[in-house]
């Protein structure tokens, strides 16, 4: 079952499935191809394009929540390091006109055989530029009217990028799993964020 | 003159002539080795390795800066977008063992000769793993009691880089042009960062 009822959207996508984590003026999705594994995105749930739109309030509920879901992630991915990154604007890379924090959990030499540590940079750019395509692509194939479990793995092959699209299924026993991550940590810390020890 | 008096440390380093913007928990400031114009950093002045450190005030302070500062660079450096970037923790590409935010104009095309607009990352990278060094040889230098002047331009050519490491002057000139800037955006919004229309 979704974290919420509320439809949540993801600039024009409906991305209700893939929410793992739901503040007062903040979402946290799983990603439909993450590039690592724990890659996933944080938003302000006002659809706005640039981090300039959003008011003091959105900014402080936005980055707590990064700082939250990124010290969730680095745990349950068993992580060291973690990139945060946002491109704000088109001409940074943007593709989906919404705010969103993409936090990646590292490893180390997690990509030495990409090229190393920086080689998470062109994924991402990639990834990004991708993930407008891939999201039109998925609610299209939902219009379709296709039951969810015939639909599941059915999504066209458009490109030669090795990463597979997930299924809703798939994507929403993830994020339930976070969810349950993100409570355990709720109960270690303190409202404001601190361990409390 | 320096923006302040307070001893402004950059992981160990002195960058109290680079800092053009404080807040009661955050600083900003210019770059050594800008890798587009107008790319700067904000940190906490906190010296903290990593994002999960920070208190919930901090955090809130930190990213109220970054819309802050990324606002002015936006229109003063004549931008359309922004790269923000974190590299938190060494895994992740982190040189600098104090958090910082990456903030970053850009333009339509201006790194088409470079590969296009996911160059940005790589030069990040490279960039961020030099910082260390450069703020090394910048110390070293100043600790040879050579005096300013003398000094400006001195700083050894150990990289093939062609972007040339800046004096302090010219840092520091830089840093009291945008700290004014600074003022002209306070004058023209709201304490919450709303523009007043």
Same mark, same amino acid.
Request: glycine share 6%; aromatic share 6%.
């Given at each position: 079952?979704?974290?919420?009822?509320?439809?949540?959207?993801?600039?024009?996508?409906?991305?209700?499935?893939?929410?793992?984590?739901?503040?007062?003026?903040?979402?946290?999705?799983?990603?439909?191809?993450?590039?690592?594994?724990?890659?996933?995105?944080?938003?302000?749930?006002?659809?706005?394009?640039?981090?300039?739109?959003?008011?003091?309030?959105?900014?402080?509920?936005?980055?707590?929540?990064?700082?939250?879901?990124?010290?969730?992630?680095?745990?349950?991915?068993?992580?060291?390091?973690?990139?945060? %990154?946002? =491109?704000?604007? &088109?001409?940074?890379?943007?593709?989906?006109? #919404?705010?969103? /924090?993409?936090?990646?959990?590292?490893? *180390?030499?997690?990509?030495?055989?990409?090229?190393?540590?920086?080689?998470?940079?062109?994924?991402?750019?990639?990834?990004?530029?991708?993930?407008?395509?891939?999201?039109?692509?998925?609610?299209? %194939?939902? =219009?379709?009217? &296709?039951?969810?479990?015939?639909?599941?793995? #059915?999504?066209? /092959?458009?490109?030669?990028?090795?990463? *597979?699209?997930?299924?809703?299924?798939?994507?929403?026993?993830?994020?339930?799993?976070?969810?349950?991550?993100?409570?355990?940590?709720?109960?270690?810390?303190?409202?404001?964020?601190?361990?409390?020890?």
């Amino acid at each position: 079952m979704p974290l919420t009822k509320d439809v949540i959207k993801f600039g024009t996508f409906v991305v209700t499935s893939q929410v793992f984590h739901l503040t007062r003026l903040s979402f946290a999705i799983v990603n439909l191809k993450p590039l690592l594994p724990g890659h996933v995105l944080v938003s302000p749930r006002r659809t706005v394009p640039r981090f300039n739109d959003l008011s003091t309030a959105e900014v402080q509920d936005l980055f707590l929540t990064v700082q939250r879901v990124s010290r969730m992630v680095e745990r349950v991915f068993d992580a060291s390091s973690l990139n945060i %990154a946002i =491109q704000d604007g &088109v001409d940074a890379g943007q593709s989906v006109p #919404h705010v969103h /924090a993409h936090i990646i959990p590292r490893q *180390k030499e997690d990509l030495e055989a990409q090229g190393g540590t920086d080689a998470i940079y062109g994924m991402m750019e990639s990834e990004d530029a991708d993930l407008n395509k891939q999201l039109r692509e998925k609610e299209r %194939a939902a =219009q379709s009217h &296709v039951p969810q479990d015939e639909n599941k793995g #059915h999504f066209p /092959a458009v490109d030669n990028d090795s990463r *597979k699209p997930r299924s809703d299924e798939e994507m929403q026993k993830e994020a339930e799993w976070l969810t349950k991550e993100m409570a355990k940590d709720a109960a270690s810390h303190g409202e404001d964020g601190r361990t409390l020890s």
